[in-house]
Nanobody
Framework: QVQLVESGGGLVQAGGSLRLSCAAS????????MGWYCQAPGKQRELVAT???????NYRDSVKGRFTISRDNAKNTVYLQMNSLKPEDTAVYYC????????????????WGQGTQVTVSS
Protein backbone atom coordinates (compact mmCIF):
# COMPACT_ATOMS: atom_id res chain seq x y z
CA GLN A 1 0.00 0.00 0.00
CA VAL A 2 0.93 3.65 0.04
CA GLN A 3 1.70 5.85 3.02
CA LEU A 4 2.34 9.56 3.38
CA VAL A 5 4.25 10.50 6.51
CA GLU A 6 4.57 14.13 7.55
CA SER A 7 7.07 15.70 9.91
CA GLY A 8 8.27 19.12 10.98
CA GLY A 9 5.30 20.66 12.76
CA GLY A 10 5.54 22.31 16.13
CA LEU A 11 5.16 25.46 18.18
CA VAL A 12 6.77 28.68 16.98
CA GLN A 13 6.48 32.36 17.77
CA ALA A 14 4.97 34.78 15.30
CA GLY A 15 7.55 35.76 12.71
CA GLY A 16 9.31 32.44 13.00
CA SER A 17 9.80 29.63 10.50
CA LEU A 18 9.03 25.95 10.16
CA ARG A 19 9.75 23.41 7.45
CA LEU A 20 7.30 20.58 6.88
CA SER A 21 8.24 17.39 5.06
CA CYS A 22 6.08 14.62 3.65
CA ALA A 23 7.51 11.37 2.32
CA ALA A 24 5.44 8.97 0.25
CA SER A 25 6.32 5.28 0.38
CA UNK A 26 4.98 2.01 -1.00
CA UNK A 27 4.62 0.52 -4.46
CA UNK A 28 4.50 3.92 -6.12
CA UNK A 29 4.77 4.12 -9.88
CA UNK A 30 4.52 7.87 -10.27
CA UNK A 31 3.31 10.94 -8.40
CA UNK A 32 1.52 13.74 -10.22
CA UNK A 33 0.52 16.64 -8.00
CA MET A 34 1.60 16.92 -4.37
CA GLY A 35 0.25 19.50 -2.00
CA TRP A 36 -0.31 20.84 1.47
CA TYR A 37 -3.67 21.62 3.03
CA CYS A 38 -4.54 23.00 6.45
CA GLN A 39 -7.48 22.69 8.78
CA ALA A 40 -8.01 25.06 11.69
CA PRO A 41 -10.40 24.18 14.54
CA GLY A 42 -14.02 24.53 13.43
CA LYS A 43 -13.06 25.17 9.81
CA GLN A 44 -12.94 23.13 6.64
CA ARG A 45 -9.71 21.81 5.18
CA GLU A 46 -8.23 24.39 2.80
CA LEU A 47 -5.58 24.39 0.12
CA VAL A 48 -2.23 25.91 1.10
CA ALA A 49 -0.04 25.08 -1.90
CA THR A 50 0.41 22.49 -4.64
CA UNK A 51 3.27 21.52 -6.92
CA UNK A 52 3.18 19.47 -10.10
CA UNK A 53 5.73 16.84 -11.01
CA UNK A 54 7.32 19.39 -13.32
CA UNK A 55 7.56 22.00 -10.57
CA UNK A 56 4.60 24.24 -11.34
CA UNK A 57 3.35 25.75 -8.09
CA ASN A 58 0.10 27.21 -6.84
CA TYR A 59 -0.46 29.05 -3.53
CA ARG A 60 -3.41 30.42 -1.62
CA ASP A 61 -3.24 34.20 -1.53
CA SER A 62 -2.62 34.48 2.23
CA VAL A 63 0.68 32.55 2.06
CA LYS A 64 2.15 33.98 -1.13
CA GLY A 65 5.59 35.43 -0.46
CA ARG A 66 5.84 33.64 2.91
CA PHE A 67 5.56 29.92 2.10
CA THR A 68 7.48 27.93 -0.49
CA ILE A 69 6.52 24.47 -1.67
CA SER A 70 9.13 22.20 -3.26
CA ARG A 71 9.58 18.52 -4.01
CA ASP A 72 12.25 15.90 -4.57
CA ASN A 73 10.89 13.45 -7.15
CA ALA A 74 13.70 10.96 -6.51
CA LYS A 75 12.67 10.76 -2.85
CA ASN A 76 8.90 11.05 -3.40
CA THR A 77 8.99 13.89 -0.89
CA VAL A 78 7.31 17.28 -0.75
CA TYR A 79 8.34 20.17 1.49
CA LEU A 80 6.70 23.33 2.76
CA GLN A 81 9.00 26.09 3.96
CA MET A 82 6.94 28.45 6.10
CA ASN A 83 8.45 31.84 6.93
CA SER A 84 7.05 34.92 8.67
CA LEU A 85 4.47 32.75 10.39
CA LYS A 86 1.35 34.38 11.80
CA PRO A 87 -1.04 33.18 14.52
CA GLU A 88 -3.70 32.71 11.83
CA ASP A 89 -1.47 30.05 10.24
CA THR A 90 -2.18 27.81 13.24
CA ALA A 91 -3.77 24.59 11.98
CA VAL A 92 -3.20 20.92 11.32
CA TYR A 93 -1.31 20.64 8.03
CA TYR A 94 -1.99 17.67 5.78
CA CYS A 95 0.05 16.37 2.89
CA UNK A 96 -1.74 15.15 -0.23
CA UNK A 97 -0.52 13.20 -3.25
CA UNK A 98 -2.23 12.30 -6.50
CA UNK A 99 -0.35 9.19 -7.55
CA UNK A 100 -0.33 5.88 -9.38
CA UNK A 101 0.69 2.77 -7.48
CA UNK A 102 0.93 -0.94 -8.27
CA UNK A 103 -1.22 -3.51 -6.45
CA UNK A 104 -1.47 -6.30 -9.00
CA UNK A 105 -2.48 -3.60 -11.45
CA UNK A 106 -1.78 0.12 -11.77
CA UNK A 107 -4.21 2.24 -9.75
CA UNK A 108 -4.50 6.01 -9.74
CA UNK A 109 -5.69 7.43 -6.43
CA UNK A 110 -5.46 10.31 -3.98
CA UNK A 111 -3.71 9.88 -0.62
CA TRP A 112 -3.50 11.92 2.58
CA GLY A 113 -1.01 12.03 5.41
CA GLN A 114 -2.02 11.87 9.05
CA GLY A 115 -1.48 15.57 9.65
CA THR A 116 1.01 17.59 11.65
CA GLN A 117 0.12 20.38 14.06
CA VAL A 118 1.51 23.86 13.49
CA THR A 119 0.91 26.36 16.29
CA VAL A 120 2.01 29.99 16.01
CA SER A 121 1.93 32.01 19.21
CA SER A 122 1.53 35.78 19.25
Amino acid sequence: QVQLVESGGGLVQAGGSLRLSCAASGSIFSINVMGWYCQAPGKQRELVATISRGGRTNYRDSVKGRFTISRDNAKNTVYLQMNSLKPEDTAVYYCNADLTYYNGRYIKDDFWGQGTQVTVSS
